[in-house]
């Protein structure tokens, strides 16, 4: 497996948008909308590869000068429990710190709080509802 940085609108970034379709939205009925993806192009886009077909994938998006956000993580149903989550984590949390973000926060589903909490991020505050789905703020400091 190998994780590497895509470009916008790259071939890996097209297979990219179809796993976090398949596994994020097509389940609950929603598309991209062009403006949506256009708007990932200053976004610092991750992918885990297994030879040149994309298996797992995540966003990191800025928010302010301290604090950068883990979006749209999602790893092909057949790959699951295979350690790819983790290393993406790991990945992402590693490009945040040499970017020097502080924090690393993201709106996680109800069903992934597990998950995250075991690389030690934390929930704040209530569930609220994104994409109609139980989410919860969830946050970890990267110092």
Do not use: W
Request: aromatic share 10%; net charge positive.
């Amino acid at each position: 497996m190998a994780i590497k940085q895509l470009h916008h609108n790259s071939i890996e970034y097209g297979q990219m948008v179809e796993l976090r379709f398949d596994i994020l939205r097509k389940p609950l009925g929603l598309v991209f909308l062009c403006e949506e993806l256009q708007k990932e192009k200053d976004d610092v886009l991750i992918g885990a590869f297994d030879d040149d077909k994309i298996i797992g994938c995540c966003i990191l998006t800025k928010q302010d000068k301290q604090c950068i956000r883990l979006r749209q993580m999602a790893v092909k149903n057949s790959v699951q429990r295979m350690g790819i989550g983790e290393s993406l984590i790991a990945y992402a949390e590693n490009i945040a710190i040499e970017k020097g973000f502080k924090f690393l926060i993201m709106h996680a589903r109800d069903t992934a709080t597990g998950f995250y909490k075991k690389y030690g991020y934390k929930v704040l505050g209530e569930a609220f509802n994104e994409v109609n789905i139980k989410h919860y703020l969830m946050e970890k400091s990267l110092q």
